[in-house]
C-alpha cells in the first residue's frame, strides 16, 4: 500500500470537477465561519448571516455529492456556542428545524444519508426530534454521508472515549496492553467513518476551534479569507483542486526510490 499521496499533474485533470475521481478527498470537514461578520458587514442582525450561510451549506453540499466526496462533516454548532446571547441560540435552533423539514426530500433525491455527532440531548426537544427523523428517513440512501457535528466539542469527544475505555478495562472487558488507535478511533462518536482528508475553515481564522482533533491528525488544512455565506461550490471546488495538488507523506519522505516503494508495496499487499 502506498501511503504517500503523490500529487495529480494538472493536465491529468478531467471530469466535471476538474479532479479524477481517485484525486477526491473521502472526508471533507468544513468549520463553516463569518455568517456574523457577513451580517455586521451588512448593518444586519447576525441571525441573517445564518440564514445566508444555510443556501451556502445546500449549495456545497451538491458541489460536495457531484465531486465524488464520500463524507461530508459540516461543523453547524460547537459546545461553546451554547454560550452566545439565547436570542441568537433560539434563532439558529429554528434555521436547523427549518432546514432539516425543508431539504430532506432535496437530500434523499440525491441519494444523500444524514448522520450527527455531538450531544444532542442539549438540543430543543423539537430539534433533537427533527434531526433524528431526518436521520432515520434518509438511513436507506446509499451516496454521500452529510455528518452535520452539532452541540459537538472534539475535547468532549475525546474524554467520553478516554471514559468508555476506563470503564471497559474497569470490568474487565479489555486490558490496559490493548488499547490502541483503532480501539480509541472506535470509541469515537465519529465510528465507521474515515478520517478527515481535508479540512476547511472560512472567514480568514487560523484555527481548529475544537473540531474532530483526534480525526484531523494528518487532514489537509485549507483556510480562506470567505466569509461563510459568500462560500459556494466554486470555492469548494477551489479547495478540492488545492488539495489535489498537494502531497501528502503521513510521516514518510517523498524521495523513495521505486525499488523501495515497490517493496513497501509487496509487503502491504503479503500483510493483508
Request: charged fraction near 25%.
Amino acid at each position: 500500500m502506498n501511503l504517500i499521496s503523490k500529487p495529480k499533474n494538472p493536465e491529468e485533470l478531467s471530469g466535471s470537477t476538474g479532479i479524477p475521481s481517485d484525486a477526491v478527498p473521502v472526508h471533507v470537514g468544513i468549520i463553516m465561519d463569518g455568517n456574523g461578520r457577513w451580517a455586521k458587514k451588512r448593518l444586519m442582525p447576525r441571525i441573517f448571516g445564518h440564514k445566508r450561510g444555510a443556501d451556502s451549506v445546500r449549495e456545497v453540499v451538491t458541489a460536495a455529492a457531484q465531486a465524488g466526496v464520500k463524507v461530508l462533516t459540516l461543523f453547524a454548532f460547537s459546545e461553546e456556542n451554547w454560550g452566545r446571547p439565547e436570542s441568537e441560540v433560539s434563532g439558529l435552533m429554528g434555521l436547523f428545524d427549518t432546514y432539516l423539514l425543508r431539504e430532506q426530500a432535496a437530500l434523499k433525491k440525491q441519494n444523500i444519508r444524514l448522520r450527527t455527532m455531538g450531544d444532542l440531548n442539549r438540543l430543543p426537544a423539537q430539534t433533537g426530534k427533527l434531526l433524528t427523523d431526518a436521520c432515520v428517513n434518509l438511513s436507506s440512501c446509499t451516496g454521500m454521508i452529510l455528518n452535520l457535528a452539532v452541540s459537538y466539542g472534539a475535547r468532549s469527544e475525546i474524554v467520553g472515549a478516554a471514559r468508555q475505555i476506563a470503564q471497559m478495562i474497569r470490568e474487565g472487558v479489555i486490558d490496559p496492553g490493548h488499547v490502541n488507535d483503532d480501539l480509541f478511533s472506535r470509541c469515537l462518536q465519529s465510528d465507521g467513518l474515515p478520517d478527515l482528508d481535508l479540512l476547511i475553515r472560512t472567514s480568514g481564522e487560523l484555527r481548529l476551534s475544537n473540531f474532530m482533533l483526534w480525526q484531523a491528525s494528518y487532514a489537509e488544512l485549507y483556510f480562506t479569507d470567505v466569509l461563510w455565506p459568500d462560500f459556494g461550490g466554486k470555492h469548494f471546488r477551489q479547495a478540492l483542486t488545492e488539495y489535489c495538488a498537494r502531497e501528502r507523506r503521513f510521516g514518510l519522505v517523498a524521495d523513495l526510490s521505486m525499488g523501495q516503494q515497490a517493496s513497501t508495496d509487496r509487503a502491504g499487499e503479503t500483510s493483508c
